[in-house]
Each structure stands twice: as structure tokens, then as C-alpha cells.
């Protein structure tokens, strides 16, 4: 595996379910993001977890938890999510204050 | 708070037809600007990173430039595989945080 991955691809949920998405770099960085990506909308940062810190954005609902093992697992534990959730979750990583690298995304339906 | 403004919406060019994408930005203390390639059902594709008004960089038929409000992505005689949406970011200080514009959907037509 080569870059960010991230698992599963799709995903269909209801509002009562608890999921989890995953993630997984394969550079070596030391910090990792959630985004956010509806359509017609800007990227909106999520969470992230540098150096085993971890920094949220104050609008994320509390239906989005993020764990952050190691430097190189990130997972978005999900639970009693709203239609309006339905979005492209990705995750992204980076060295320090770089350019960040992006996997291809999982694309969440709830139903 | 930072602000980030791409322009236009949409694009359309025929091959060959060269063209510029907009990114307009406001921000306290820009630290970099990046340009990133995304296609449909996949995450974005970094491409370049511009740190201070006056840089430049190129890649193939694309060349970036930035000034202190506004950044350029030139795509110099396009193909029909240059299609894509191309985000502009910016990250301000110290933080990572990047803040991106909506984006430029780009088609090219043979």
C-alpha cells in the first residue's frame, strides 16, 4: 500500500447504526485530517491530531468521534447520524505544517 | 477569518484553448497557497505549494503564480485528460489548518 488509504469506500447507514471509517498513511507523517466535502460546499476541516494532539473544529457535531492510535491510524467513529451527514469524508495527512496528501475518500450515505 | 474565492464556477475549453483559473484570497499572514486536482469520486491531487507573492511553478501544461491577493493556475494548450475540479487552499501562521475555495470545475472538448 502506497500513500493514504482509506476503508470502506462507500457506505450506507441509518440514522440509529454506529460505524467506523478508517484511514491509513503510508508516508511517514506525523499529523492527519477529516474533512468534510458536500457538494457545492468547500472542504470543511474536521479534526486534527498532530503530534498526538488533537484539534477540532467547534462546529463538528458530537455524533462525530475521531481516535487516533499511532501516527499512522486516524478513525471517525460515527453514531446516530443525520441525513444531512451524507457527504465525501476524507482523510489527509501531512509532515508538520506541509502539504497535505489525501486518500480517495469514503462516501457516506445515511439514510 | 480567512477567505478563499474561486473563479469561475465552471469552465469550458476546446483542446488546445489555453486559459487562466482564479483564486482570490484573504488571510492573516498567508504561510503558503496551495492548488490541488481532484476528479470525480476521488480525493484532491496535491499539485503545487506557492509561499510568497512573485513565485512561480510549473508542471507539465500547468503553471501557478501568485501575487499578494490573488493566485493564478495557467493551463497552457489543455487535453481533454487536464478535466477536473482544481481547489485553491490557504494556510495562514502557523497552523495547518487549510482553507479551501469552492472550486473551478474544468471540461476540455477535443
Known amino acids: 500500500e502506497t500513500g493514504v488509504t482509506q476503508t470502506p469506500r462507500h457506505l450506507v447507514m441509518g440514522m440509529t447504526n454506529k460505524k467506523s471509517l478508517k484511514c491509513e498513511q503510508h508516508?511517514?507523517?506525523?499529523?492527519m485530517y477529516w474533512y468534510k466535502q458536500s457538494a457545492k460546499k468547500p472542504l470543511e476541516l474536521m479534526f486534527v491530531?498532530?503530534?498526538?494532539?488533537?484539534?477540532e473544529n467547534n462546529s463538528v457535531p458530537s455524533r462525530f468521534s475521531p481516535e487516533c492510535p499511532n501516527s499512522s491510524h486516524l478513525f471517525l467513529h460515527l453514531h446516530t447520524l443525520q441525513p444531512e451527514d451524507s457527504a465525501l469524508y476524507l482523510c489527509?495527512?501531512?509532515?508538520?505544517?506541509?502539504?497535505?496528501?489525501f486518500g480517495p475518500g469514503t462516501r457516506l450515505t445515511v439514510l | 477569518e480567512d477567505q478563499v474565492t474561486q473563479s469561475p464556477e465552471a469552465l469550458r475549453l476546446q483542446e488546445g484553448e489555453s486559459s487562466s483559473l482564479n483564486c482570490s484570497y484573504t488571510?492573516?499572514?498567508?504561510?503558503?497557497l496551495f492548488w490541488y486536482r481532484q476528479d470525480p469520486g476521488k480525493g484532491p491531487e496535491f499539485l503545487f505549494t506557492?509561499?510568497?507573492a512573485g513565485e512561480e511553478k510549473e508542471k507539465e501544461r500547468l503553471k501557478a503564480t501568485l501575487t499578494k491577493k490573488e493566485s493564478f493556475l495557467h493551463i497552457t494548450a489543455p487535453k481533454p485528460e487536464d478535466s477536473a475540479t482544481y481547489l485553491c487552499?490557504?494556510?495562514?501562521?502557523?497552523?495547518?489548518?487549510?482553507?479551501f475555495g469552492t472550486g473551478t470545475r474544468l471540461q476540455v472538448t477535443l
Open positions: 489527509a495527512s501531512s509532515q508538520g505544517n506541509n502539504e497535505q496528501f
Open positions: 487552499a490557504v494556510q495562514a501562521g502557523t497552523a495547518s489548518k487549510l482553507t
Open positions: 488571510v492573516s499572514g498567508l504561510r503558503g
Open positions: 508516508l511517514g507523517h506525523n499529523a
Open positions: 491530531y498532530s503530534l498526538e494532539e488533537r484539534v
Open positions: 506557492l509561499y510568497s
